[in-house]
């Protein structure tokens, strides 16, 4: 297993589009962690999955994010109508989830909204 | 509400020389974890180290160890031997959890460091 991948790397799209952005895990963890970092700023929690089900969003996730976890294997992160102001790294964690382990990030998906 | 402060932008060091990152944090929960990660120009988050509020003695993780001083509520990383490729941005980060167990993290604001050779 070569860790966290996250897809695509860049993302640019105009303001209005809507985009989806993969992340698979490390196969044996059952976290999935979803953070938003903008420039100047450190890593911001958005949401987590144990499995499939996801168990808390951060209110910085409005109505136009969306994330899933089908069947607790990969997730993607859904951005509806973008903004310029959701111009940012999106990174995704996972861990085992049990005590004295440590996650892993991916090298995030940066997205441009022009 | 956590809350974590690192109030140094940038750092400079010399190549070999050690270099403290300071880090204070702020929280109401008696249980919580603190993490340094870091973070290359590549963008990835790499862990270096850990430390948990109930954990009596400082982390250590090879050229890495941790100063933890709860009475202050301060996590200081220190970087001995610095190495060119040390330079990158350092983030401190707390969870709500001690032990590792939930990466819900918060974050601070980063400190660039730069290692001259």
């Known amino acids: 297993d070569t860790g966290v991948s996250q897809n695509p790397r860049h993302k640019i799209t105009k303001r209005g589009q809507n985009v989806t952005f993969r992340c698979d895990p490390i196969?044996?963890?059952?976290?999935l962690y979803w953070y938003r970092q903008t420039l100047g700023q450190g890593p911001e929690f958005l949401t987590y999955?144990?499995?499939?089900?996801?168990?808390?969003k951060s209110r910085l996730l409005s109505d136009r994010f969306s994330a899933e976890r089908p069947k607790g294997s990969f997730s993607t992160l859904e951005i509806q109508r973008t903004e310029q102001g959701d111009s940012a790294m999106y990174l995704c964690?996972?861990?085992?989830?049990?005590?004295?382990?440590?996650?892993?990030f991916g090298q995030g998906t940066r997205l441009t909204v022009v | 509400a956590q809350k974590i402060t690192q109030t140094q932008p940038g750092m400079f060091v010399q190549e070999k020389e050690a270099v403290t990152l300071d880090c204070t944090y702020d929280t109401s929960d008696p249980s919580y974890g603190l993490f340094w990660y870091k973070q290359p120009s590549s963008g990835e988050m790499i862990f270096l180290i850990y430390?948990?509020?109930?954990?009596?003695q400082n982390a250590t993780e090879g050229r890495y160890s941790l100063n933890f001083q709860k009475a202050r509520k301060s996590a200081n990383l220190v970087i001995s031997a610095s190495q060119l490729g040390d330079s990158a941005m350092y983030f401190c980060?707390?969870?709500?959890?001690?032990?590792?167990?939930?990466?819900?993290?918060?974050f601070g604001k980063g400190t660039l460091l730069t290692v001259n050779p």
């Open positions: 980060a707390m969870s709500y959890e001690p032990g590792g167990s939930n990466y819900k993290l918060t």
């Open positions: 999955f144990q499995n499939e089900a996801q168990l808390e």
């Open positions: 430390q948990g509020s109930y954990d009596q």
């Open positions: 964690a996972s861990s085992l989830g049990i005590m004295n382990t440590e996650a892993f």
């Open positions: 196969s044996e963890h059952n976290r």
